[in-house]
């Protein structure tokens, strides 16, 4: 049995949270445009945009090296703003046993808050964990707030 981890961050954002829900929901095919650095594509795989079932693919650069993920919306809850995205095909599974990312967002304080949960399973230890992949995620997430905010 593989060793199971979880990765949390918590990025406060500028643009009105709405617009990340509605990003990652009905308007994925626009993040390589937000976030040109970090994601270089989208294809809908299979289903439609924004229903759970329906596959996807992501092309998209980590350490300076070109990946994929093919990915299934497990969950959308709209009126909570959650998403779960399980990969089912592409780099991160061919060295982890499972990959699931659960964006949440929601209001603390009076603070709009971008939640990424990346919970997975590394074969053994030798495997590391995601940091790279959760900096990359924060990086995304900054620059589609940049771009929402200029």
């Known amino acids: 049995m593989g060793l199971k981890s979880v990765l949390c961050a918590k990025i406060e954002v500028k643009a009105n949270k709405d617009v990340f829900h509605d990003v990652f929901t009905n308007k994925p095919h626009h993040v390589s445009t ?3 650095l970090h994601v270089q594509g989208f294809d809908l795989l299979e289903g439609d945009i924004g229903t759970v079932g329906s596959k996807i693919c992501w092309t998209y650069t980590l350490d300076g090296e ?4 093919k990915q299934i919306l497990e969950v959308v809850d709209h009126e909570n ?3 779960v995205l399980k990969e089912f095909e592409g780099d991160v599974t061919n060295k982890y046993d499972s990959f699931k990312a659960t964006l949440h967002i929601e209001t603390k304080d009076e603070i709009d808050l971008i939640s990424w949960t990346l919970e997975y399973e590394r074969p053994n230890e030798n495997v590391p964990e ?4 959760l900096d990359f995620i924060v990086g995304m997430t900054k620059a589609i707030d940049d771009h929402h905010v200029n």
């Open 66 to 69: 070109q990946k994929i993920s």
């Open 34 to 36: 937000m976030s040109p």
């Open 81 to 83: 703003k959650v998403l």
């Open 130 to 133: 995601l940091i790279s992949l």
